[in-house]
Protein backbone atom coordinates (compact mmCIF):
# COMPACT_ATOMS: atom_id res chain seq x y z
CA UNK A 1 0.00 0.00 0.00
CA UNK A 2 1.11 3.65 -0.84
CA UNK A 3 1.24 6.15 2.07
CA UNK A 4 -1.11 9.09 0.97
CA UNK A 5 0.73 12.37 0.05
CA UNK A 6 -0.34 13.84 3.21
CA UNK A 7 1.36 11.81 5.56
CA UNK A 8 4.07 11.92 2.83
CA UNK A 9 4.37 15.47 3.42
CA UNK A 10 2.48 16.51 6.39
CA UNK A 11 3.09 19.80 6.32
CA UNK A 12 2.11 20.69 2.50
CA UNK A 13 -0.52 22.98 2.78
CA UNK A 14 -0.11 25.85 5.29
CA UNK A 15 -3.23 28.67 5.74
CA UNK A 16 -3.17 32.38 7.09
CA UNK A 17 -4.03 31.33 10.45
CA UNK A 18 -0.98 28.74 10.63
CA UNK A 19 1.22 31.87 9.73
CA UNK A 20 -0.50 33.78 12.57
CA UNK A 21 -0.15 31.31 15.22
CA UNK A 22 3.45 30.98 14.05
CA UNK A 23 3.63 35.22 14.76
CA UNK A 24 2.53 34.72 17.98
CA UNK A 25 5.01 32.07 19.05
CA UNK A 26 8.25 33.86 17.46
CA UNK A 27 7.29 37.58 18.11
CA UNK A 28 4.04 37.36 20.58
CA UNK A 29 1.98 39.48 18.50
CA UNK A 30 -1.21 38.35 16.44
CA UNK A 31 -1.89 39.62 12.92
CA UNK A 32 -5.35 41.29 12.50
CA UNK A 33 -8.66 39.05 11.87
CA UNK A 34 -9.17 40.95 8.57
CA UNK A 35 -5.44 39.79 7.32
CA UNK A 36 -6.25 36.20 8.35
CA UNK A 37 -9.20 36.27 6.27
CA UNK A 38 -7.72 37.62 3.39
CA UNK A 39 -10.00 40.95 3.38
CA UNK A 40 -9.06 44.82 3.83
CA UNK A 41 -8.58 45.91 7.30
CA UNK A 42 -10.99 47.68 9.50
CA UNK A 43 -8.65 49.23 12.07
CA UNK A 44 -7.78 53.02 11.30
CA UNK A 45 -3.79 53.19 10.74
CA UNK A 46 -2.86 53.99 14.28
CA UNK A 47 -4.18 50.91 15.98
CA UNK A 48 -1.51 49.83 18.64
CA UNK A 49 -3.42 46.37 18.37
CA UNK A 50 -3.84 46.10 14.45
CA UNK A 51 -0.98 44.02 13.00
CA UNK A 52 -2.47 43.70 9.72
CA UNK A 53 0.80 45.69 8.23
CA UNK A 54 3.29 43.43 9.97
CA UNK A 55 1.89 40.67 9.08
CA UNK A 56 1.37 41.99 5.37
CA UNK A 57 5.65 43.34 5.34
CA UNK A 58 6.52 39.37 6.63
CA UNK A 59 5.00 37.14 2.88
CA UNK A 60 8.76 37.15 2.26
CA UNK A 61 9.33 35.20 5.46
CA UNK A 62 6.08 33.39 4.89
CA UNK A 63 6.79 31.86 1.49
CA UNK A 64 10.51 30.77 3.08
CA UNK A 65 8.07 28.72 5.69
CA UNK A 66 6.00 27.55 3.10
CA UNK A 67 9.04 26.25 0.96
CA UNK A 68 10.82 24.99 4.52
CA UNK A 69 7.80 23.19 5.75
CA UNK A 70 6.61 21.53 2.59
CA UNK A 71 9.17 19.20 1.66
CA UNK A 72 9.57 18.50 5.41
CA UNK A 73 9.52 14.62 5.15
CA UNK A 74 8.98 12.47 8.66
CA UNK A 75 12.00 9.94 9.07
CA UNK A 76 9.55 6.72 9.05
CA UNK A 77 9.75 3.03 9.44
CA UNK A 78 6.76 0.88 9.47
CA UNK A 79 4.39 1.60 12.39
CA UNK A 80 6.33 3.97 13.17
CA UNK A 81 4.87 7.31 14.75
CA UNK A 82 6.23 10.69 13.63
CA UNK A 83 6.56 13.40 15.81
CA UNK A 84 5.22 16.37 12.95
CA UNK A 85 1.78 15.85 11.59
CA UNK A 86 0.76 19.95 11.35
CA UNK A 87 1.79 23.12 11.66
CA UNK A 88 0.43 23.35 15.11
CA UNK A 89 2.85 20.96 16.06
CA UNK A 90 6.02 22.72 14.53
CA UNK A 91 4.63 25.84 16.20
CA UNK A 92 4.29 23.88 19.53
CA UNK A 93 7.84 22.61 19.54
CA UNK A 94 9.35 26.59 18.61
CA UNK A 95 7.15 27.48 21.92
CA UNK A 96 8.96 24.67 23.58
CA UNK A 97 12.49 25.78 22.38
CA UNK A 98 11.59 29.42 23.51
CA UNK A 99 10.45 28.59 27.19
CA UNK A 100 13.54 26.32 27.78
CA UNK A 101 16.17 27.89 25.74
CA UNK A 102 18.77 27.34 28.06
CA UNK A 103 18.49 23.43 28.29
CA UNK A 104 20.92 20.74 26.25
CA UNK A 105 19.13 19.60 23.15
CA UNK A 106 18.42 15.86 23.90
CA UNK A 107 17.28 16.63 27.07
CA UNK A 108 14.77 18.94 25.35
CA UNK A 109 13.67 16.77 23.08
CA UNK A 110 13.22 14.17 25.60
CA UNK A 111 11.47 16.24 28.05
CA UNK A 112 9.63 17.75 25.19
CA UNK A 113 8.29 14.41 23.93
CA UNK A 114 7.26 12.94 27.28
CA UNK A 115 5.71 15.75 28.04
CA UNK A 116 3.23 15.45 25.14
CA UNK A 117 1.47 12.27 26.88
CA UNK A 118 0.86 10.67 23.04
CA UNK A 119 0.74 7.24 22.97
CA UNK A 120 2.13 6.99 19.36
CA UNK A 121 5.23 9.45 20.36
CA UNK A 122 6.42 6.09 22.46
CA UNK A 123 7.41 4.65 19.55
CA UNK A 124 8.77 7.46 17.78
CA UNK A 125 11.67 7.20 16.10
CA UNK A 126 14.87 9.19 17.34
CA UNK A 127 16.27 10.91 13.77
CA UNK A 128 12.53 11.82 13.30
CA UNK A 129 12.58 13.65 16.94
CA UNK A 130 15.79 15.32 15.70
CA UNK A 131 14.41 16.38 11.97
CA UNK A 132 11.33 18.14 13.79
CA UNK A 133 13.67 20.40 16.28
CA UNK A 134 16.08 21.25 12.92
CA UNK A 135 13.25 22.23 11.36
CA UNK A 136 11.82 24.67 14.14
CA UNK A 137 15.29 26.07 14.81
CA UNK A 138 15.34 26.70 10.93
CA UNK A 139 12.12 28.69 11.02
CA UNK A 140 13.44 30.40 14.49
CA UNK A 141 16.70 31.62 13.13
CA UNK A 142 16.75 30.91 9.25
CA UNK A 143 19.96 29.29 9.80
CA UNK A 144 20.34 25.67 8.01
CA UNK A 145 20.37 23.85 10.94
CA UNK A 146 20.65 20.05 11.66
CA UNK A 147 22.05 17.89 14.38
CA UNK A 148 25.10 15.41 14.26
CA UNK A 149 24.46 12.32 12.16
CA UNK A 150 21.64 13.60 10.46
CA UNK A 151 21.40 12.79 6.89
CA UNK A 152 18.78 15.30 5.88
CA UNK A 153 17.66 16.65 3.10
CA UNK A 154 19.04 20.37 4.43
CA UNK A 155 22.14 18.83 3.13
CA UNK A 156 20.78 18.51 -0.43
CA UNK A 157 21.37 22.70 -0.57
CA UNK A 158 25.14 22.14 -0.76
CA UNK A 159 26.20 24.15 2.35
CA UNK A 160 27.08 22.58 5.23
CA UNK A 161 24.46 23.14 8.03
CA UNK A 162 24.99 24.61 11.37
CA UNK A 163 25.11 22.19 13.76
CA UNK A 164 23.05 22.00 17.36
CA UNK A 165 25.08 19.69 19.07
CA UNK A 166 23.21 17.32 21.71
CA UNK A 167 24.54 18.59 24.84
CA UNK A 168 24.21 22.50 23.63
CA UNK A 169 21.27 24.50 24.77
CA UNK A 170 19.60 26.42 21.97
CA UNK A 171 21.15 29.76 23.28
CA UNK A 172 24.58 28.83 23.23
CA UNK A 173 23.73 27.10 19.68
CA UNK A 174 22.46 30.47 18.13
CA UNK A 175 25.60 32.47 20.26
CA UNK A 176 28.22 30.69 18.54
CA UNK A 177 27.01 29.50 15.12
CA UNK A 178 28.33 32.56 13.32
CA UNK A 179 32.24 33.16 14.55
CA UNK A 180 33.21 36.55 15.77
CA UNK A 181 36.56 38.11 14.49
CA UNK A 182 36.18 42.02 15.15
CA UNK A 183 37.43 43.16 12.54
CA UNK A 184 35.96 46.36 11.66
CA UNK A 185 35.34 49.61 13.81
CA UNK A 186 32.65 51.49 12.52
CA UNK A 187 32.92 55.36 12.65
CA UNK A 188 30.41 57.95 11.86
CA UNK A 189 29.49 58.98 8.13
CA UNK A 190 29.65 55.59 6.81
CA UNK A 191 33.54 55.10 8.03
CA UNK A 192 34.92 51.50 8.36
CA UNK A 193 38.19 51.01 10.45
CA UNK A 194 39.48 47.74 9.63
CA UNK A 195 41.57 45.99 12.49
CA UNK A 196 44.53 44.85 12.72
CA UNK A 197 45.04 48.27 11.12
CA UNK A 198 44.80 49.06 7.15
CA UNK A 199 43.59 52.24 5.86
CA UNK A 200 40.09 53.20 6.51
CA UNK A 201 37.75 53.45 4.02
CA UNK A 202 34.12 54.24 3.37
CA UNK A 203 31.11 51.40 3.81
CA UNK A 204 29.49 52.29 0.71
CA UNK A 205 32.90 51.30 -1.58
CA UNK A 206 31.08 47.72 -1.45
CA UNK A 207 28.23 48.54 -2.40
CA UNK A 208 25.83 46.71 -4.74
CA UNK A 209 26.19 49.19 -7.68
CA UNK A 210 30.60 48.30 -7.54
CA UNK A 211 30.44 44.88 -6.66
CA UNK A 212 28.15 44.66 -10.43
CA UNK A 213 30.10 47.49 -12.15
CA UNK A 214 33.60 47.35 -10.48
CA UNK A 215 33.93 43.25 -9.49
CA UNK A 216 31.84 41.88 -12.37
CA UNK A 217 29.93 40.15 -9.00
CA UNK A 218 26.69 39.19 -9.37
CA UNK A 219 24.45 39.48 -6.30
CA UNK A 220 22.44 36.20 -5.43
CA UNK A 221 19.59 35.75 -2.69
CA UNK A 222 19.92 33.59 0.49
CA UNK A 223 17.41 32.64 2.85
CA UNK A 224 20.43 31.04 5.28
CA UNK A 225 21.70 33.62 7.55
CA UNK A 226 25.22 32.22 7.48
CA UNK A 227 25.34 32.63 3.54
CA UNK A 228 25.00 36.71 3.89
CA UNK A 229 28.11 38.29 2.06
CA UNK A 230 29.59 35.15 1.51
CA UNK A 231 31.61 35.88 -1.99
CA UNK A 232 32.26 32.71 -4.80
CA UNK A 233 35.33 34.15 -7.17
CA UNK A 234 34.58 30.99 -8.94
CA UNK A 235 31.46 31.41 -10.24
CA UNK A 236 31.71 35.58 -9.37
CA UNK A 237 28.74 35.84 -6.56
CA UNK A 238 27.79 37.08 -3.49
CA UNK A 239 25.55 35.77 -1.17
CA UNK A 240 23.18 38.44 0.31
CA UNK A 241 20.71 37.36 3.29
CA UNK A 242 18.00 39.87 2.56
CA UNK A 243 15.36 39.17 4.74
CA UNK A 244 14.74 43.04 6.46
CA UNK A 245 11.33 42.19 7.51
CA UNK A 246 12.53 39.25 10.01
CA UNK A 247 15.44 41.13 11.29
CA UNK A 248 13.56 43.83 11.93
CA UNK A 249 10.33 41.82 14.18
CA UNK A 250 13.63 39.83 16.14
CA UNK A 251 15.03 43.46 16.73
CA UNK A 252 11.60 45.08 18.24
CA UNK A 253 11.73 41.60 20.35
CA UNK A 254 15.08 42.23 21.36
CA UNK A 255 14.36 45.74 22.37
CA UNK A 256 11.26 44.96 24.32
CA UNK A 257 13.47 42.47 25.93
CA UNK A 258 16.10 45.05 27.15
CA UNK A 259 12.95 47.36 27.88
CA UNK A 260 11.78 44.76 30.41
CA UNK A 261 15.13 43.95 31.81
CA UNK A 262 15.46 47.80 32.50
CA UNK A 263 12.99 47.90 34.05
CA UNK A 264 13.32 45.35 36.84
CA UNK A 265 10.74 42.77 35.43
CA UNK A 266 11.84 39.23 34.99
CA UNK A 267 14.28 39.00 32.30
CA UNK A 268 13.17 36.25 29.42
CA UNK A 269 15.51 33.22 28.87
CA UNK A 270 15.14 33.32 25.58
CA UNK A 271 17.19 35.92 23.46
CA UNK A 272 16.31 35.62 19.43
CA UNK A 273 19.20 36.11 17.48
CA UNK A 274 21.97 38.13 19.09
CA UNK A 275 21.20 41.66 19.06
CA UNK A 276 24.89 42.21 17.40
CA UNK A 277 24.41 39.72 14.60
CA UNK A 278 20.90 41.79 13.66
CA UNK A 279 21.93 45.19 13.67
CA UNK A 280 24.78 44.16 11.59
CA UNK A 281 23.52 42.67 9.02
CA UNK A 282 20.63 45.70 8.95
CA UNK A 283 23.23 47.77 8.66
CA UNK A 284 25.38 45.90 5.97
CA UNK A 285 21.96 45.96 3.98
CA UNK A 286 21.01 49.84 4.54
CA UNK A 287 24.32 51.39 4.32
CA UNK A 288 26.79 49.21 3.08
CA UNK A 289 25.04 47.33 0.03
CA UNK A 290 22.34 49.55 -0.57
CA UNK A 291 23.06 52.83 0.10
CA UNK A 292 20.62 56.15 -0.68
CA UNK A 293 21.99 56.78 -4.39
CA UNK A 294 19.76 56.44 -7.42
CA UNK A 295 22.23 53.35 -9.14
CA UNK A 296 22.04 51.48 -5.74
CA UNK A 297 18.27 52.14 -5.27
CA UNK A 298 17.61 50.73 -8.54
CA UNK A 299 19.72 47.95 -8.47
CA UNK A 300 17.56 47.13 -5.61
CA UNK A 301 14.32 47.86 -6.33
CA UNK A 302 15.18 45.44 -9.69
CA UNK A 303 16.10 42.62 -7.07
CA UNK A 304 12.84 42.90 -5.15
CA UNK A 305 10.87 42.47 -8.97
CA UNK A 306 13.17 40.07 -10.59
CA UNK A 307 14.98 37.63 -7.39
CA UNK A 308 11.75 38.09 -4.86
CA UNK A 309 14.65 40.47 -2.64
CA UNK A 310 12.76 41.60 0.61
CA UNK A 311 10.75 44.90 -0.47
CA UNK A 312 11.09 45.76 3.13
CA UNK A 313 14.75 46.82 2.29
CA UNK A 314 13.02 49.82 0.44
CA UNK A 315 11.16 50.95 3.04
CA UNK A 316 12.22 54.04 5.06
CA UNK A 317 10.88 53.17 8.28
CA UNK A 318 10.97 55.38 11.33
CA UNK A 319 9.22 52.40 14.05
CA UNK A 320 12.75 50.72 14.34
CA UNK A 321 15.70 53.04 13.17
CA UNK A 322 19.40 52.27 13.66
CA UNK A 323 20.57 53.72 16.16
CA UNK A 324 24.21 54.76 15.91
CA UNK A 325 25.54 54.05 19.49
CA UNK A 326 23.90 50.52 19.49
CA UNK A 327 26.22 49.48 16.53
CA UNK A 328 30.15 50.52 16.72
CA UNK A 329 31.99 47.07 14.85
CA UNK A 330 31.14 44.56 12.42
CA UNK A 331 32.16 41.76 14.51
CA UNK A 332 30.12 39.19 12.19
CA UNK A 333 30.62 40.51 9.50
CA UNK A 334 33.74 42.31 9.35
CA UNK A 335 35.59 39.76 7.56
CA UNK A 336 33.45 39.42 4.61
CA UNK A 337 33.16 43.16 3.88
CA UNK A 338 36.64 42.71 3.77
CA UNK A 339 37.07 39.95 1.53
CA UNK A 340 34.71 42.40 -0.84
CA UNK A 341 36.52 45.13 -0.52
CA UNK A 342 39.94 43.58 -1.03
CA UNK A 343 37.84 41.94 -4.35
CA UNK A 344 37.11 45.15 -5.45
CA UNK A 345 40.62 46.92 -4.72
CA UNK A 346 41.99 44.32 -7.31
CA UNK A 347 39.47 42.42 -9.00
CA UNK A 348 39.55 38.24 -10.48
CA UNK A 349 39.59 39.01 -14.21
CA UNK A 350 35.99 37.79 -15.51
CA UNK A 351 35.91 36.55 -19.44
CA UNK A 352 38.53 37.24 -21.87
CA UNK A 353 37.57 40.64 -22.90
CA UNK A 354 37.85 41.95 -19.41
CA UNK A 355 41.09 40.25 -18.71
CA UNK A 356 42.57 42.68 -20.78
CA UNK A 357 40.16 45.67 -20.58
CA UNK A 358 38.76 45.84 -17.50
CA UNK A 359 41.77 45.75 -14.76
CA UNK A 360 41.60 48.83 -13.28
CA UNK A 361 41.72 48.90 -9.87
CA UNK A 362 44.82 49.89 -8.26
CA UNK A 363 48.70 48.81 -8.99
CA UNK A 364 47.98 46.30 -11.49
CA UNK A 365 46.25 48.69 -13.81
CA UNK A 366 49.10 51.36 -13.05
CA UNK A 367 51.85 48.36 -13.86
CA UNK A 368 50.21 47.32 -17.01
CA UNK A 369 50.12 50.79 -18.36
CA UNK A 370 53.56 52.19 -17.55
CA UNK A 371 55.08 48.41 -18.84
CA UNK A 372 52.70 49.26 -22.17
CA UNK A 373 54.49 52.87 -21.79
CA UNK A 374 58.07 51.55 -21.80
CA UNK A 375 57.49 49.12 -24.24
CA UNK A 376 56.31 51.94 -27.12
CA UNK A 377 58.95 54.24 -26.23
CA UNK A 378 61.34 51.21 -27.18
CA UNK A 379 59.87 51.04 -29.81
CA UNK A 380 59.43 54.69 -30.74
CA UNK A 381 63.30 55.03 -30.11
CA UNK A 382 64.54 51.43 -32.72
CA UNK A 383 62.17 53.77 -35.02
CA UNK A 384 63.88 56.16 -35.03
CA UNK A 385 67.58 54.82 -35.20
CA UNK A 386 66.58 53.39 -38.51
CA UNK A 387 65.08 56.53 -39.54
CA UNK A 388 68.20 58.25 -39.02
CA UNK A 389 70.62 55.16 -40.01
CA UNK A 390 68.84 55.59 -43.32
CA UNK A 391 68.66 58.83 -43.56
CA UNK A 392 72.72 59.32 -42.85
CA UNK A 393 72.99 56.15 -45.53
CA UNK A 394 71.10 58.34 -48.48
CA UNK A 395 73.19 61.59 -47.17
CA UNK A 396 76.42 59.25 -47.37
CA UNK A 397 75.75 58.03 -50.58
CA UNK A 398 75.14 61.39 -52.16
CA UNK A 399 78.26 62.90 -50.82
CA UNK A 400 80.37 59.94 -52.33
CA UNK A 401 77.74 60.09 -55.95
CA UNK A 402 77.17 63.96 -56.15
CA UNK A 403 74.66 64.46 -59.13
CA UNK A 404 76.20 67.05 -61.44
ZN1 LIG B 1 -6.58 45.51 11.39
Request: with cysteine; net charge neutral.
Amino acid sequence: MFASSESLYPLAKVSRNDFAKLCEALWEWWPCADWTAERACQHSNKDPECHYQDAERLTPFFDFYRDATAYYVPELTKGSAQAIKTHDDLVRIIRYIKCHSNSPRLLLMTEYFASCRRAEYQDLLSSDQNRAFSLAARVMTMLQCSVEDQSDGLLEAGTLPAIWHSNKSFNQFIASVIERHNTIRLEPYGIAVPRPLQPAFSLDSISAKRLRNVAKLKIIPTNDLRGHLTLDKKNGTVEVYHYASVLKEHLKASRARELRADSGLPDQRYSHLPKQLILETLHTLKFALFPIDSESQSILRSLVAKDKFDPENCRVNASWQLREEELTAYEYWGSRVMDLYDELENPTPRGFVEKWMERKSGARYIMMATLAGVLIAILLGILTLAVSIIQTWIAWQQWQHPVS
